[in-house]
Nanobody, 123 residues
Framework: VQLQASGGGLVQAGGSLRLSCAAS????????VGWFRQAPGKEREFVAA????????YYANSVKGRFTISRDNAKSTVYLQMNSLKPEDTAVYYC?????????????????WGQGTQVTVSS
């Protein structure tokens, strides 16, 4: 499975962005998908994940209530709607397909990674 993340950009605090993760190859609908982010000088951290059919989602506490993950298996795409953005949300955002259909927060359980998209939130 090959993944490509897009939709990042520069936004003011309080604004919104929607990231997309488009998949090609493989059987995308079998896998859970997660979003992670990495700020300069920091480790990559879990943001949100969705199981294979969209029936279950999980969020990091730092984004709960502001971000929403969803998927459209017919389009082989996962989305991350980000609202009420804060400067501390600034990072490169990566999408990744998990080893199976279940949600994980550990990066080691994700086998296929996209190239990342930059999100910058100005204060």
């Amino acid at each position: 499975v090959q993944l490509q993340a897009s939709g990042g950009g520069l936004v003011q605090a309080g604004g919104s962005l929607r990231l997309s993760c488009a998949a090609s190859g493989g059987t995308f609908g079998r896998y859970a998908v997660g979003w992670f982010r990495q700020a300069p000088g920091k480790e990559r951290e879990f943001v949100a994940a969705i199981n294979w059919n969209g029936g279950a989602t999980y969020y990091a506490n730092s984004v709960k209530g502001r971000f929403t993950i969803s998927r459209d298996n017919a389009k082989s795409t996962v989305y991350l709607q980000m609202n009420s953005l804060k400067p501390e949300d600034t990072a490169v955002y990566y999408c990744a397909a998990a080893r199976d259909s279940f949600i994980y927060t550990d990066t080691r359980q994700y086998l296929h990674w996209g190239q990342g998209t930059q999100v910058t939130v100005s204060s």
